[in-house]
């Protein structure tokens, strides 16, 4: 079964160094999101993006953090200046056609930030 | 997206049916109900969903009440593999790019 690939699969930084998450959804795949966990709560919503631009983002996808497909296969999570509240994992998602929530998510980037 | 209500914490014994109950008492006519379950920390992973019709597929069956106000996922032979967080999400289905809203789920336990 096809999946969702992200690396690397764990991120050590440094407060303030900015750290870029990697992520090849499912090649047909239309509609790309990333989620966060931090450690014992819920899976929250960052962003969406479909068509190459952002679709919806919550109030944690504030300026520090961007999103980029640059050559139309990976699809990437930057944040500029981690804070220390950054450490969580982060789940790459795809979609295919509309009408349908059937995400595929990928197995996650913990991150670290010290 | 209408609000669901899981139980937090859910036993079942392996080889037995775990049936694990959601209400969405709130639920618009074009909502789906949706299950995910999260094994470990690991992504979400997609099970099943349904509009008002009972389904099955390979992993489980869901079935939805007459009024659509709860279901119930059922995994009919449950395995140790099985130990995971469900979560029961209720969300518009149509075009567009609607995002899912993860709540806290029920932890199920299969119990050897």
């Known amino acids: 079964e096809p999946e969702v690939t992200q690396t690397p699969s764990h991120q050590v930084t440094q407060m303030g160094q900015e750290v870029i998450l990697r992520c090849v959804p499912i090649?047909?795949?239309?509609?790309f999101y990333w989620y966060r966990q931090i450690l014992g709560q819920k899976v929250e919503f960052l962003v969406s993006f479909y068509n190459n631009e952002i679709s919806e983002k919550s109030e944690i996808f504030d300026d520090q953090f961007s999103v980029e497909r640059p050559d139309g296969s990976n699809f990437t999570l930057k944040i500029r200046s981690t804070k220390l509240e950054d450490s969580a994992m982060y789940f790459c998602?795809?979609?295919?056609?509309?009408?349908?929530?059937?995400?595929?998510f990928g197995s996650g980037t913990q991150l670290s930030v010290l | 997206d209408a609000k669901t209500t899981q139980p937090p914490s859910m036993d079942c014994a392996e080889g037995r049916a775990a049936n694990l109950p959601c209400n969405h008492s709130?639920?618009?006519?074009?909502?789906?109900v949706y299950w995910y379950r999260q094994i470990h920390s690991q992504g979400p992973q997609y099970i099943i969903h349904g509009l008002k019709n009972n389904e099955t597929n390979e992993m489980a069956s869901l079935i939805i009440t007459e009024d659509r106000k709860s279901s119930t996922l059922i995994l009919p032979h449950a395995t140790l593999r099985d130990t995971a967080v469900y979560y029961c999400i209720a969300s518009i289905s149509n075009f567009g790019n609607e995002k899912l809203t993860f709540g806290t789920g029920t932890r199920l336990t299969i119990i050897p």
């Open positions: 709130t639920i618009s006519g074009n909502e789906y």
């Open positions: 998602a795809s979609r295919t056609e509309q009408g349908s929530q059937k995400l595929f």
């Open positions: 090649s047909n795949h239309l509609y």
